[in-house]
């Protein structure tokens, strides 16, 4: 399984970690992805996704 949300498409971003000296080092910013189960209408069933933390929040909010 990637490292995407399966609901948003969110993927990891990539950034520079800078040092006290303003040296860069490339670093890979993650996606925050957590197993949800979520209820379909259509297909009458739970299912098991991989989703970012903020679209859990979209979800909760939209309920």
């Known amino acids: 399984m ?3 949300c399966q609901l948003t498409g969110k993927v990891a971003n990539n950034g520079y ?3 006290h000296s ?3 080092t490339k670093k890979l910013q993650n996606v925050n992805l957590q ?3 979520v209820w379909s209408t259509e297909q009458n069933k739970w299912i098991k996704m991989l989703i970012s ?3 859990i929040k ?3 909010k939209a309920l």
């Open 22 to 24: 303003h040296k860069r």
């Open 35 to 37: 197993y949800k189960k």
């Open 2 to 4: 990637s490292k995407k």
């Open 53 to 55: 933390t903020k679209a």
């Open 17 to 19: 970690a800078v040092s």
């Open 58 to 60: 979209t979800l909760t």
